[in-house]
């Protein structure tokens, strides 16, 4: 028995579920509606006490952090090796897998939230944005919580944000023009563990950053032309948040030229 707790606009669980896809592996889902603060329900907390999914469960035994299932997905079950078999290139499929986690996620909060999230919150009244950021049990986030959705693009770290993701593009880039995929010639977790991020980036209207990087748009068009992209990062969205971060990502382009031109 495989399950998966998951939502439709987790970059990690996409990861997950683009693990899946490529493995040919059937799962069973549970819903967790972030935004509706579903990830804070006990229930949920007692199988993943830090309130945030992916949560993959095996036979019984629980499994957190997207980096690490992915790894497991890839050696639990049959099909085509996420990995590559060389230890230079599973160095460097692991060398971008940590970039992930230690830079490129904590990056993507503060951009969605300031350009999509925070115009949800606040249209729903001053008592319910106070109910958003009293829900979340740990502090730092409440309080950069309240920052992102009142202040917005001014938010203290949503210029390094964006700095982190055109680096990352750019880090990418100078990759991709020496190698067919970022830890080899063959497809990756590493790649797998980069698509959700790109694809954010192109949601909110940020595909401006890798204009002049052919090599990224080349590697994005493959990732994008594979099986597992749509079904993994689409056909859990709701229709209605797609269409939202589409359009405010459309709103945000101001923004986003005015933040980009200052940096480097
Ligand atoms: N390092 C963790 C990060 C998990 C994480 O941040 N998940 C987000 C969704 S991408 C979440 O559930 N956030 C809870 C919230 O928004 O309160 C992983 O890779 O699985």
Redesign the pocket.
Known sequence: MLELYH?GS????A?VRLALAEKGVEWTGHY?D?LAGE??DPAFLAINP?????VLVHNGAIL????V?CEYVDQAFGGPALRPLDPLGQARMRLWTKLV?EEI?PA??PVTYVTSHRHAILARGPEAVEEHIAA?PHPA?RARKRRWIHDGFDAPDVAEALGTFQRMVRAMNATLAEREWLAGEAYSLADLGLTPYANRLEMLGLSPMWEDCTHFARWFAAVKARPSFGPALFDYLPEDLRERMLADGHRARPDFIRILSRLD
């Open positions: 939502h987790s970059v990690c669980a990861k967790i972030l990830q804070f830090r309130g945030a999914v992916p957190t952090e997207s980096t299932i986690d996620h993507v909060r979340d986030w």
